[in-house]
């Protein structure tokens, strides 16, 4: 595709349970992106790949955050035993490489219950 | 870490207004971009510009890196215009983008 790919696009679940959001960058893009925007707030950096590494995973709020990437393409974020601070729109973004212009997703709007 | 301030927080304008939207950061950055959130959430990226200026249409930015600020200029708004402008920059020491809190924009019709 020609943006970057996210989804699910919503996701409902309950305190308590683990899940999984997904990534699909730009085709060729080196650099992957993960950020956390709460309700009226500003973007929280959560982490950061070059290829398949995370050079920078120190935005992750606890343990119970994880990424991976894979094939230098496709990251999925993982967050176990949800809890009701995790509600947010989760934002991943794509840049060919480090310094250069990022370009977001439409995120995936998480809603714990 | 870097702290990075916008302002106005809100800004209404009627449409064919012009206005300048100012970002400050407290440190020395790789690079500071400008993104527009439309109202559908959706966050674009209009400019990538650790220094200098730029234009694109009716939209100009310009960043004056020794003394930690920017400007985004929005010249004859138009209500597609609406939305929250952030401005985010890249610490010499970092990989990460830190962002401001935005500001506000909507014009009216």
């Known amino acids: 595709g020609a943006g970057v790919s996210q989804s699910p696009s919503n996701k409902v679940t309950e305190k308590g349970k683990d899940v999984e959001l997904r990534c699909d960058p730009i085709s060729g893009h080196t650099a992957l992106y993960w950020y956390r925007q709460s309700l009226g707030q500003g973007l929280e950096f959560l982490i950061y790949?070059?290829?398949?590494?995370?050079?920078?995973k120190s935005g992750l709020p606890s343990d119970r955050f994880s990424a991976e990437r894979t094939g230098g393409s496709v990251s999925t974020l993982t967050i176990q035993r949800t809890q009701q601070e995790d509600s947010a729109v989760y934002l991943c973004?794509?840049?060919?490489?480090?310094?250069?212009?990022?370009?977001f997703g439409d995120g995936t709007r998480l809603s714990i219950l | 870490g870097i702290q990075v301030e916008q302002s106005p927080p809100d800004l209404i304008l009627q449409e064919g207004a012009n206005s300048t939207l100012r970002c400050n950061f407290s440190?020395?950055?790789?690079?500071l971009q400008w993104f527009h959130q439309n109202p559908w959430g959706q966050l674009i990226n209009l400019f990538y510009?650790?220094?200098g200026t730029k234009q694109n249409g009716r939209l100009s930015a310009t960043t004056v890196a020794t003394e930690r600020y920017s400007l985004l200029y929005i010249s004859s708004s138009q209500t597609t215009d609406s939305g929250v402008y952030f401005c985010?920059?890249?610490?010499?020491?970092?990989?990460?983008?830190?962002f401001g809190e935005g500001t506000q924009l909507t014009v009216n019709p």
């Open positions: 985010a920059v890249e610490e010499t020491s970092g990989s990460r983008l830190t």
């Open positions: 973004a794509s840049s060919l490489v480090r310094t250069q212009p990022q370009h």
């Open positions: 510009i650790p220094s």
């Open positions: 790949f070059q290829g398949n590494s995370a050079p920078d």
């Open positions: 440190d020395s950055v790789n690079n």
